[in-house]
């Protein structure tokens, strides 16, 4: 399954402390694989959301994982130490179809 995070950060936050954090959350063990980007600069289009800040994607081997990540230590500081740098967050989960 895959965890989506899109991030819209308030201004004149600390977007390193926001990285490092993030970056974090794709070395926790049962993260498959995970990656932190930042809005690409590519043409605007009528189908192109470019209203967000960072993009967080998180692969789990299944359902389990995910809920066990939700309530690792490193989530919660992550949570905890950003919340407040965000003004809007939305995350799409997804499960593979095959």
């Given at each position: 399954m895959t965890?989506?995070?899109?991030?819209?950060?308030?201004?004149n936050q600390n977007l390193k402390d926001f990285e490092t954090l993030a970056l974090k959350l794709t070395q926790i063990d049962i993260v498959e694989s995970g990656s932190l980007g930042r809005n690409a600069p590519t043409p605007s289009r009528e189908v192109t959301d470019k209203s967000f800040t960072y993009h967080l994607s998180l692969n789990f081997l299944n359902l389990e994982n995910h809920d066990l990540y939700q309530k690792h230590l490193a989530h919660k500081e992550f949570v905890t130490k950003c919340n407040?740098?965000?003004?809007?967050?939305?995350?799409y989960d997804s499960e593979s179809i095959n």
């Amino acid at each position: 399954m895959t965890h989506n995070v899109y991030f819209w950060i308030k201004e004149n936050q600390n977007l390193k402390d926001f990285e490092t954090l993030a970056l974090k959350l794709t070395q926790i063990d049962i993260v498959e694989s995970g990656s932190l980007g930042r809005n690409a600069p590519t043409p605007s289009r009528e189908v192109t959301d470019k209203s967000f800040t960072y993009h967080l994607s998180l692969n789990f081997l299944n359902l389990e994982n995910h809920d066990l990540y939700q309530k690792h230590l490193a989530h919660k500081e992550f949570v905890t130490k950003c919340n407040d740098m965000w003004e809007k967050v939305l995350v799409y989960d997804s499960e593979s179809i095959n």
